[in-house]
């Protein structure tokens, strides 16, 4: 009897080790892509696909990847007779799994001699160990007469680059042409709180100091930090690095670039309100690229003051603007209280410097900055925020001191136009349709950053402008 119970403990230890086993092994696919760099064109009309050395990355539920010829039995939608660009589909199966991704081909008539560079990349000047970024580029096809046809879906190395880098090869059906970048070993390399706190204490002026791993951690009381940048130096985030903390830049000329910045906010009875941004700036000089910044959770902030914004940039003066704000990512800045809401990017002028930073450049308050902020709301994502772009001059008071916003639904078009400054204020509109709910407007810029705008519920005064927007009736726009 004792053999028969335990038989029959081992089975249903056996059948749970068996569901255990085949949870842990299940590997249904999650999702495809290309492999970075990788594009599956130009075809030249009447060709088929050049699928050698094509290769799909495979990701899994349970977070494996893996690499994958791609063969033509994954391809379907592509027309080798048709001139033009195809969005074609490529779909991975295994083990009854399958995934699909959307590629854009190009289909050409004929096939060009050359390539030439039209326009450089935005980033030339890299630090080893961090990967080509082909943002910026542009590449023109030339042909036999002469010709000239800018392309896109080209090829270029995924790699790491290395110090003895000279040139980024570019690839277009079989044709190549070399960008020339400068690749330099970082004189620093962060990897904890301490070791990048002593590498902006002590780099010189252009440095590379690189950041890799975690730095820092979540909880307040032992791993977070407000890391100040007084010498210009070129602060660069290696694949998979985190930060736990803030930065402040108190000086021109600094680039901070590919860092994964968690910053936590304001939480009463702290010593400074840093804390609320992620990068605070007191300069007109400065570089903040491919950088992604995560607000905290709600919950992680004082219900009374829960404020937490991207960055904030102030400066004392505008001579010589190099103010470039691209590519960023910027997350979760949601937050508001009874006083203030959360801004992704913020350009402040008429405050006092903050956080006992020196660089005002002889200003008693920050000045306006004359910057492209049209560049800046088409460059960076914005996610779940409550204002993607303010302009603020505190000068003009603490009720009407919008002088620019950007607006992608008509909830942040309200706001900003709420606290419009009376003597004007551009509103840069995302594609869309906007209901201002009745609002009374006076001396405001309407503007469209691309594609069609149209506005219902607004009372216009004779001094706004509409540039690329529509104002419509409420039945029109339905």
């Not at 670039?257 to 700036?281: D, K, M, Q």
């Not at 405050?351 to 000045?367: I, M, P, Q």
Request: aromatic share 8%; charged share 20%; with cysteine.
């Amino acid at each position: 009897m004792k053999n028969k119970k335990v038989l029959a403990v081992l089975i249903v230890v056996a059948l749970l080790l068996t569901a255990i086993l085949a949870a842990c092994n299940d590997k249904g696919i999650d999702n495809v892509a290309l492999k970075e760099g990788t594009s599956l064109g130009p075809v030249v009309k009447g060709q088929e696909l050049d699928l050698k050395d094509k290769l799909l990355v495979v990701t899994y539920k349970n977070g494996d990847v893996k690499e994958v010829p791609i063969t033509a039995e994954m391809i379907s939608g592509f027309d080798k007779n048709t001139v033009g660009n195809q969005e074609i589909t490529v779909t991975y199966s295994e083990d009854g799994n399958e995934a699909s991704v959307k590629v854009n081909v190009s289909v050409v008539e004929k096939a060009p001699e050359s390539l030439e560079i039209a326009s450089m990349p935005y980033v030339t000047d890299y630090a080893a160990g961090e990967r080509f970024r082909p943002e910026g580029l542009t590449i023109n096809a030339v042909f036999e007469d002469g010709s000239k046809k800018p392309v896109s879906g080209f090829d270029y190395p995924a790699e790491a680059l290395t110090a003895d880098t000279e040139g980024v090869q570019i690839g277009y059906g079989s044709l190549t042409v070399s960008v020339p970048v400068t690749v330099t070993e970082a004189a620093y390399e962060a990897t904890d709180e301490a070791s990048l706190q002593r590498a902006l204490s002590e780099a010189e002026e252009g440095a590379f100091v690189t950041v890799s791993g975690n730095i820092g951690e979540a909880s307040r009381e032992s791993g977070y930090n407000v890391y100040t940048i007084t010498t210009p130096v070129r602060l660069i985030g290696l694949d998979g690095n985190k930060i736990y903390g803030s930065f402040v830049v108190d000086c021109d000329g600094a680039v901070l670039r590919g860092l994964n910045i968690f910053n936590r906010g304001w939480v009463t009875g702290e010593a400074t309100s840093a804390h609320r941004n992620a990068i605070t700036v007191t300069s007109n000089k400065v570089t903040l690229e491919y950088n992604a910044l995560t607000a905290p959770d709600a919950g992680s902030l004082d219900a009374a003051e829960a404020i937490a914004n991207g960055i904030v940039l102030s400066a004392g003066t505008d001579a010589d603007t190099a103010v470039n704000i691209r590519m960023n990512k910027i997350s979760g800045f949601g937050f508001e209280n009874d006083e203030w809401s959360s801004v992704a990017v913020n350009t402040v002028a008429g405050y006092d410097f903050l956080y006992g930073t020196t660089n005002d450049h002889g200003s008693e308050t920050s000045v306006r900055l004359t910057l492209d902020y049209e560049d800046i709301v088409k460059t960076n994502v914005f996610e779940k925020v409550d204002n993607e772009l303010l302009a603020t001059d505190y000068a003009l008071g603490f009720e009407r001191m919008y002088i620019l916003a950007y607006a992608s639904d008509s909830a942040k078009a309200v706001n900003a136009l709420t606290y419009a400054a009376e003597s004007g204020m551009i509103l840069l509109l995302k594609e869309g349709d906007y209901d201002l709910g009745g609002i009374t407007a006076d001396n405001i810029t309407f503007r469209s950053t691309g594609g069609n705008v149209n506005i219902t519920g607004i009372n216009a005064g004779e001094g706004c402008t509409f540039e690329g927007v529509k104002v419509v009736e409420a039945s029109e726009n339905k």
